[in-house]
Every structure is written in structure tokens, then in C-alpha cells.
């Protein structure tokens, strides 16, 4: 709608997922806030991930926010591992608890945004044609939230239906005595497989790499589990931000080498049993870090593999090669077993690749496929993917888009340079999803919204990182990932999910405490890292 001018706001935030929602509420405390969300309901992940299966794969009581005490204290979970339904009505209830909606505006997202150098505001343009200006942006837009769909021909000519698993109807979708594709073995295939098969007349699994998984020992929520974590919460929360992955999953000192064959089988049994998802990768402390060390591991879980599944064939095609734990590990009910059913078929797409969509389903390049029903769980055009969807300009005229051509490049994952007064949270080379996202989000706002109250007491107006400081990160960054076997597999971390994708390793694995340690020391190091620009001497009209 026409108007004399862009709307003013102090800050605008992109997304209204977990991080975004608590954006908000920090920020309105002292500051004019809009948020523009591209779905019709918050979120984010968990608004988006309807599939069949998704669900956390860390307790519930852990994966929530701590900023408010009676919050903490009233909610109550359902299981430790809550579905997507329990996280969506969380969001909601934190919403409306909180009256964050007057601030969101929804089904609209952010197309384009432009820093003005002169009045260092940045003009930020939506789909529903608003055009607001604002001295800050956050950019809580999500590191799973653009799908990747591959491109194969011909999906005009499928006469059935065909969808991305962040795509899935909020009405469901009934696929008894269905003929369904699921393509792709990541978190998600592997979560969808065991539920679609119960209901499909067939499922045809697509497989390009195999999946480590853990059974995901999800369960009723114990009373007096919760008694005792609520009795401790804040203590606990504090606990958390001091552990590598935000977590408070044991993380034993111990190494392979040092321990004999039969313990080393007693542990890794009681890794597998210990109805915690992330167990095997850290049931010694060398799993992510020593190859060999890993190789014990990841054979440990081909074992399971093997004598879960029943057909030795499919047996060994489910089993990976890669180090486990290099790709994330599933989290699963039932996946490996799923393939003892009659009506489950695991299709071999790495050496026989898919080519096209048909008008009756799908092509490889060895056989031809029917399927009234064809899943992508693809996975994302991860982490750098919802920022580069959005035009978004610097004051020199340089795109993000442009600057990350060879892959992403931040400083401490906040910010970008060239692109000033715009903070991002979980962003590219932050430690991302290897922290638990909800406690590590609220870190990230709040480190961001004390920066902002802090400048703005001081009269700066503008505040961006250097290139030089950019480098500083991307060696930490590279440093630390080089000290892990993630880059012994092609995965969303190091950009090689996705074909002619560039980037090198894109997420922080030093642990989340070496991280914030940087965040507070630059800060309190007079804010090394960036440049600051004081307010000009006459404000602009
Ligand atoms: P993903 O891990 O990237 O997996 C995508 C899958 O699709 C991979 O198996 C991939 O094969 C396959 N694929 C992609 N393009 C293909 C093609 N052209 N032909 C055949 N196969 C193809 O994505 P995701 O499963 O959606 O998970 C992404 C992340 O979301 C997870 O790593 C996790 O962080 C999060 N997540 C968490 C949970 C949870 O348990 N809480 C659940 C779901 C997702 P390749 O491996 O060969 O590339």
C-alpha cells in the first residue's frame, strides 16, 4: 500500500523461529521491533517440519528457553524427545504468553534490504510490498530453512504428488495403500521411514549415502525427572553454556586405546542403550577427533546394522564408511528394522543415480519406478541458503550473495563485512547445529541486543567487521574443523550436500564455550574485530 515513507523501526528481525521469537522480546524491551516471518505461524524449524517422525533429537527439558524462570517452571513436555506438534505449541504458547505477535508480521517475507551509508539505516522491503527502515537488522532467518529440491526433468509431468518434507500439509497426509518414494537417508529419512512404512502400501527408499543412527529412546516424560531439572534449572542452564555441544550428556575423558576390547564393546553397548542420541560420538573422548579411534566406533554400528537387518544384502548397503558422526548422526524408531518389512524397498541411488521424474514416477539410470507419492527429505541449501535468498545490499552495492560466491565468510558468525548493523544468529560459521539451538540462540541474542544497547549508549551509530578480522574467524574456524574427521564426509557442514555449492567447512566445532569466549572477549577487548562510527553531527531529516 502506497505511504509517504518507509515505516521506522529500531529493529527489524527476519524470522520468527525460537531465536527470532526471543529476538524479539529482548529487544522490544527498549527498542521498536517488526519481524517479518515468511510462514503464517511461529516457529521457524519446527513450524516448517511436519513430516511424518520430526522430532528433537535432544531432551526437551534442555531444548527450551531459560530466559524466564516461571516459563521454565509451568511448561510441562510430554516426552524427552518432544515431536514437532509439542515445539510448534511451545512456540505458540511463548508467543502469546509473551504478546509477541503484535510484532510479527506473517506470510511475509523479506525480499530485499539496502544499507543507506549516509543515515546508516538499512531500508528493508517484503513480499507484501512493506518498506520499513531501521537502524539494526537481526537475522534469525535459520540454518536448515531453504529446501534443497534437486533438479532432475520432468517433475511437471508426475501425475501424482511430489514434496519436500518441509512441505508436508498442517492437515496431514494419508498414505494408506500408497505407492511413496522417500528419497534421501539425512536426520529426516531417517526419522519418516518407519512411520511411512506403516502406513504405505510400499516404500521405495532412495539411498546416495547411508545413515549412522541411534535408537531415539524417546519415552513419556518422567515426573520426577522433571521435578528434579525444574528444582535445578538455572544452575543447569548455566551448566550448559559450559559444555562443548550446550548439552549435559557425559562427555567420559577416557580414550579407545585406553581401554580393552571388551570394555571398549561394554561402553559403546552402553552408548547405544543410553536413549541419548549423541551418545556413540562421544563415548570416548577421541570419537571426533582420531581416526582410528573412530573406525572402532563406526564398526560398532555397522555390528548393530548388521544384526538388525535381517536381508545381508540391504544389511551392508545401510552400512556407512564414512567416520560416524562426520555427517549427523540419526536419531531414529525403528529405522534399521524398517527394512525386514515386506513393503519397504532400499533402492541403491548411488550407483544408480536418479535422472528424471516420469509421468508415473521416477527414473534411475538403470530402472524405471511407480509411485503415486514422491518425498524429497533432500535436505537444505544449508546455512547460507536463507540469507542469500534475500537480495540484500551493502553500502557499496555489494550483495551477501556476491561476497559469499566462494562460500561464507563472517566474523565470529555475527556479522559480515561490508554489510553494517546486520547481526546474525546461528549464522555461518558459528557453532550452528553441533550446539543445542534454543540456549545457544538466546546466548547469541542476548550478546547481540547488549552490543546494540551498548553502542547506542554511546552514541554509535554504525558498527561492521573487517575483512581481516573475517580471515582471523575463518582460520579459527578451518582450525578447528581440521582437528575433527567431519571433513572425511561431504555433508550440509562443509557445503557438499549440494552439487557446484562452494564453501569450505561452515560451522564452529572448538565447542560452544570457546566460542562465546571469543564473542565476550572481542567485545570486552574494545570491540576488536569491528569498526565503530559515531552518530553524525547533524541527524538526518
Ligand atoms: P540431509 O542430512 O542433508 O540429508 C539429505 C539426504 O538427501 C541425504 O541422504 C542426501 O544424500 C540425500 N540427497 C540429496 N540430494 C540427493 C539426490 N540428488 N539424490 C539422492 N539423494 C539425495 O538433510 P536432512 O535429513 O533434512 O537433515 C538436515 C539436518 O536437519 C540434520 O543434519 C539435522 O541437523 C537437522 N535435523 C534434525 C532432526 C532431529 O533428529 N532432530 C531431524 C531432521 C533434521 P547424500 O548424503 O549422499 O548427500
Redesign the pocket.
Known sequence: MAQDGPEQFDVVVIGAGFSGLYAIHRLRQQHSVVCFETGDGVGG?WYW?RYPG?????ISVEYSYGFDEALQQEWRWPEY?SAQPALEDYANHVADRFDLRKHIRFSNPVTRMRFDGKTNRWHVHTANGDHVEARWVIAATGA?HAP?E?A?PGRELFKGQVLH?TQWPREGMDLTGKRVAL?????????ATPIIAEQAAHLHL????P?YSMPSGNRPLDPEFEAEWKANYAERRQQMLHTWGVSLIDYPTYCVADCTPEQQNEILEAAWHSKN?FQLMVAFADVMVNPAANAVVAEFARNKIRSIVKDPKTAELLCPTYPIGA??L??DKGYYESFNRDNVTLVD??SA??VAFTEKGLRTTDAEYEFDVII?????D?VTGAMSRIAIEGPDGQTVTEKWSEGPTTYLGAMIAGFPNLFMIHGPLTPG?QAQMITAGEWQVNWTADIIEDLESRGVARIETTPEAEQWWAQQVNAAAAMTVHNLA???YNA????GKKGGFMIYVGGFPEYTRACTEAVAGGYRGFVLTPEPATAPA
Open positions: 524449524t517440519n520430526a522430532r528433537v533429537d535432544i524427545f536448515l534443497n534437486p532432475w518434507t528419497i534421501g537417508t539425512g536426520s529426516t529419512g531417517v526419522q532412495f539411498q546416495r549415502t545413515a542420541a555427517k549427523r540419526g536419531n541411488a548411488k543415480p536418479i524429497l527429505a533432500t535436505g537444505f544449508a547445529a561431504d555433508s550440509w557438499k550436500n549440494i552439487e
